[in-house]
Structure formats: structure tokens, C-alpha cells
């Protein structure tokens, strides 16, 4: 069975910089495109970034463009998520999340595994 | 950027009856619609790719209908285990990726 299980998140200063990880299980990690998608506390779901299964194309929402930097490691099946320069809007649920179509070179962009995601605030 | 709105924002349903959840793009994105269930605590569940393919697991009284700038969801039967929030999600015209707001849907 797939398994996405996302670490990490924590407490951090404005400014401050977290790397998130999510460690995959059960289907060929390379062969999908993976995406990092946001919930800020009681709102809705936003995308935030998204790296094929070779890794050599990324995409990122305007809001982390430039701050966030998205990496994976297919031989330890994981996937990363650097923030850095980190605000208090930055404060959300990470979930990592699989693509639904095997694409090793693009993505499709929608998801049918996810994680239980690992919380990121950002406060003084 | 594609804008996906969802409507209503809350539903209000009794265990047994349909209920019916919109969701409009801004631009056509064709078939390129997914909906997704979640759960107080719990990450979202794929329910619907494709505007109306079943994702597997999922019960036949979840169904999904539209293409272009409208779209459905609908739950024939509502169960207790139903009741959480729907987001759709386009994956036409990207990135963005851009997903709705949300329905809650509620015991009435």
C-alpha cells in the first residue's frame, strides 16, 4: 500500500528556515511527479509546489516562489521541501501528495495518495 | 490563473438524501477536474479524477458530472461517514494548480 509520511515542521521565527521531508512507500517513487500542498488553520487547500519524478522540472505557486526550494531523492524514495525566509502566512499543514498518473518526466497534477502532513507555524 | 469556485459553502443534508455540490472554473479546463473529500484531522481522499471517474475505493453513490466551466457532485444516498468538506481541484491550465474553496456538508 502507498505510504506518505511527512517530518519536519515546528515552531520557527519569522525569517527562520525548516526543511520538510516525505518519506514514500509502496509504488515506484521515480516514476511520479510529486507536489507539496498547504492548509492554513480552518482553510482551504493550496498548492505550493510540484517536482517530476526525475526531478528535473519543479513548479511553485507565486506566494513561496523564490523563498521555498522543492528536491527529491529517488534512492532513499523521499521527497523534500526547503522554506526558507519563512512568514507567519507561511503557517499551515504540509501535506505531501502523489501524482495520479505515472509521468516520470512531467506531472499531471492531480493527487490520489496523500500524507497526514506535518505543521509548520511561524511565530515570535 | 484559473479561479474555482464552489457552491454552496455549507450544505445542509439529512443521512439518506442527495446532495448535490457545484464547482465553476473561470476558463474551460475540459475534463481536468478532481474532487476530494476531507475529514476533520485527516488529509484529503481523491473521490473523483477526470470530472467523473471513480478513484478506487470510492462508492458508487459518489458521482461526478460536467465538463469545461461547471461541474457536480453528486452523493446519492449521504451516509454518516460522508459528512466533511469537498474541494475540487483543476489540473488543466497549470501551475497553478488551483482548488475551490470548499463545501462542508452538514447534518441537517
Known amino acids: 500500500e502507498v505510504q506518505l509520511v511527512e517530518s519536519g515542521g515546528g515552531l520557527v521565527q519569522p525569517g527562520g528556515s525548516l526543511r520538510l521531508s516525505c518519506a514514500a512507500s509502496?509504488?515506484?517513487?521515480?516514476?511520479?511527479?510529486m507536489s507539496w500542498v498547504r492548509q492554513a488553520p480552518g482553510k482551504g487547500l493550496e498548492w505550493v509546489s510540484v517536482?517530476?519524478?526525475?526531478?528535473?522540472?519543479?513548479y511553485f505557486a507565486d506566494s513561496v516562489k523564490g523563498r521555498f526550494t522543492i528536491s527529491r531523492d529517488n534512492s532513499r524514495n523521499t521527497l523534500y521541501l526547503q522554506l526558507n525566509s519563512l512568514r507567519a502566512e507561511d503557517t499551515a499543514v504540509y501535506y505531501c501528495?502523489?501524482?495520479?498518473?505515472?509521468?516520470?518526466?512531467?506531472?499531471?497534477?492531480?493527487?490520489?495518495?496523500w500524507g497526514q502532513g506535518t505543521l509548520v507555524t511561524v511565530s515570535s | 490563473e484559473i479561479a474555482m469556485t464552489q457552491s454552496p459553502a455549507t450544505l445542509s443534508v439529512s443521512p439518506g438524501e442527495r446532495a448535490t455540490l457545484s464547482c465553476r472554473a473561470s476558463?474551460?479546463?475540459?475534463?481536468?477536474l478532481a474532487w476530494y473529500q476531507q475529514k476533520p484531522g485527516q488529509a484529503p481522499r481523491l473521490l473523483i479524477y477526470?470530472?467523473?471517474t471513480r478513484a478506487t475505493g470510492i462508492p458508487a453513490r459518489f458521482s461526478g458530472s460536467g465538463s469545461g466551466t461547471e461541474f457536480t457532485l453528486t452523493i446519492s444516498s449521504l451516509q454518516s461517514e460522508d459528512f466533511a468538506v469537498y474541494y475540487c481541484q483543476q489540473y488543466n491550465n497549470w501551475p497553478p494548480l488551483t482548488f475551490g474553496g470548499g463545501t462542508k456538508v452538514e447534518i441537517k
Open positions: 509502496g509504488f515506484t517513487f521515480s516514476n511520479y511527479a
Open positions: 476558463q474551460s479546463v475540459t475534463y481536468d
Open positions: 501528495a502523489k501524482d495520479f498518473q505515472v509521468s516520470p518526466m512531467g506531472a499531471t497534477g492531480g493527487f490520489d495518495w
Open positions: 477526470g470530472a467523473s
Open positions: 517536482i517530476s519524478g526525475t526531478g528535473g522540472i519543479t
